[in-house]
């Protein structure tokens, strides 16, 4: 963190660099040169990404009547609807009830929410010493989780528990040099988002959303558990619903991702929210468009995005650790090329474009990624872990979720512990996962206003403008050793290939 500070004052030349008129930074600033040239002309939207809108709603009612339909079976009394004539092959005689298992979830909904209402809560006091205790925690947290699960005798989460500790240690240890730059970056998304008091209260507000939509669905969660049917079935069941859960979860979180990315480019391209020229009623705008032309884009989006966006982060912690292994190394290269395209056409900054312009998630993504690309400032996104830091937090929170639900289940229900307990943690991470999501729509806006127009982000903070300067300055710099480095190395291959070749 020190040497990102320090940089400052040596980044007053990268300054005064970018903003001459010589510099092609300036030549990116045409867009916006009168603040906000796309959102203040209002333009007419159209309804975008249709087809995934209308799944998403059928899925929705679908699931809906579904869940009903599980919880009611076994509500009060066993087999109300004579559900069990469907599965007389597999009867193993239980007589457990919704309503045994359904204050299980209950817990998990409210600890869930309390863990991310103290987020938003201490936001900008105690921000920064959170993410720290997230990134230095977890591992350890998982660790210990691996030998409960073990001494409960739940081996095989154990072992996902100790595989997921490993994995995480060698990320950090991968990544560990990015992580003042990130917190940098992180601390400057605080400061914008807390300037911002009406974005908070959105998140609220989605989150008592998401709340009620996870009483229907652990209504429903309790009903499987409490089903006659065999393990095998209880758990294809919940892995349906989860799947389902984790779809709604990611769209209500990209939805506060757009509203708050809106936001948060309006601040910037105005120069501040108490600008003359801000549009009147900006946020009830961005959440119009959120929920309603936009609203299949995000759906369309949040089916993809956040698998791809792991996988890369792993793949890259993977690539930067190898050495000098080729044969490791070009598998892993085909793998992350392959990624990369990926990310082309699926990424978070995908939500900025829509927000702003209302374009289709694909068509979002892939504007996103060329403007990065064609300003270098994708090099600075690749050094960046902001995301992974923010996935880190609300992987535990998920944990420690699932952990109070996991231990009252096994005081009363010792053979439903990992059904519920893991449920319980995909909830407790949806929740917590809302509360992170607009910290991470201030990086999102950030990332892009910086790309189109350098100048908003130095007339906001001047001294952050320096450090990322300066930052991006060294990671082209790294960037172009490596590619020098790369060439002269094919070179002295190819010459000595030629002379060992006969005449």
């Known amino acids: 963190m020190n040497n990102v500070s320090q940089s400052s004052s040596s980044s007053s030349s990268v300054n005064s660099a970018s903003i001459s008129a010589s510099d092609p930074n300036v030549s990116r600033s ?30 929705l009612i679908l699931l809906g009547g579904a869940l009903a339909v599980l919880g009611l079976n076994r509500f009060k009394r066993s087999d109300r609807l004579n559900l069990d004539r469907f599965t007389h092959k597999y009867l193993e005689n239980q007589k457990g009830l919704t309503e045994d298992y359904w204050p299980l979830y209950a817990l998990a909904g409210g600890v869930g929410t309390v863990l ?19 990134v230095h925690i977890l ?17 095989f989460w154990g072992v996902a528990f100790a595989i997921g500790a490993g994995m995480l ?14 917190m940098l970056v992180l601390q400057a998304a605080v400061k914008m988002v807390w300037s911002l008091p009406e974005v908070m209260r959105v998140a609220y507000a989605f989150m008592l959303i998401m709340l009620l939509w996870m009483g229907i669905w652990s209504f429903g969660a309790a009903g499987v558990v409490a ?3 065999g393990d095998g079935g209880r758990w294809w069941l919940l892995v349906v619903l989860s799947v389902s859960l984790f779809w709604t979860g990611a769209v209500l979180c990209n939805t506060v991702h757009v509203i708050v990315s809106g936001m948060v480019f309006l601040v910037l391209s105005h120069g501040g929210r108490e600008a003359s020229s801000m549009p009147p009623k900006s ?53 992350f090329h392959l990624v990369e395209t990926l990310v082309r056409f699926f990424n978070k900054y995908a939500y900025v474009q829509i927000a702003v312009s209302g374009k289709g998630f694909n068509h979002s993504a892939r504007d996103a990624w060329e403007l990065f690309q064609s300003t270098g400032v994708e090099a600075l996104i690749a050094y960046d872990c902001s995301g992974a830091v923010l996935l880190m937090g609300t992987l535990l929170g998920g944990l420690i979720t699932g952990t109070c639900s996991g231990i009252w289940t096994w005081i009363k229900y010792r053979d439903r512990v990992a059904m519920v307990g893991s449920t319980a943690m995909l909830m407790g991470m949806i929740l917590v996962g809302l509360a992170m999501v607009v910290v991470e729509s ?21 001294e952050f403008f320096n450090q990322m300067s300066e930052m991006l300055h060294q990671r082209l710099q790294h960037r172009s050793a490596r590619a020098r480095e790369v060439l002269t190395h094919n070179r002295v ?11």
């Open 30 to 59: 045409r867009r916006s040169a009168n603040g906000s040239q796309t959102m203040a002309a209002e333009p007419s939207r159209r309804w975008r990404d249709v087809f995934w809108l209308g799944i998403f709603m059928i899925h």
């Open 116 to 134: 991310g209402w103290t987020w938003l809560l201490f936001l900008g006091s105690q921000a920064n010493h959170m993410m720290k205790i997230a």
């Open 139 to 155: 591992t350890t947290y998982l660790a210990v989780l691996s030998v409960l699960c073990f001494w409960m005798e739940q081996f």
């Open 169 to 182: 240690f060698l990320y950090v240890l991968a990544v560990i040099d990015r992580l003042p730059f990130t």
């Open 227 to 229: 089903l006659s049917i």
């Open 283 to 335: 946020l009830m705008k961005s959440l119009r468009y959120a929920v309603t032309t936009s609203f299949g884009s995000i759906c369309y989006g949040s089916l993809f995005t956040a698998a791809i966006r792991t996988l890369r982060w792993k793949i890259r912690g993977v690539r930067s650790k190898i050495g000098n292994n080729e044969c490791l190394l070009c598998c892993v290269d085909f793998l």
């Open 442 to 462: 201030a990086v999102t806006s950030i990332y892009i206003c910086y790309a189109e127009d350098p100048l908003l982000i130095h007339r906001w903070d001047a």
């Open 493 to 503: 291959d190819n010459h000595h290939t030629l002379e060992t070749l006969p005449f």
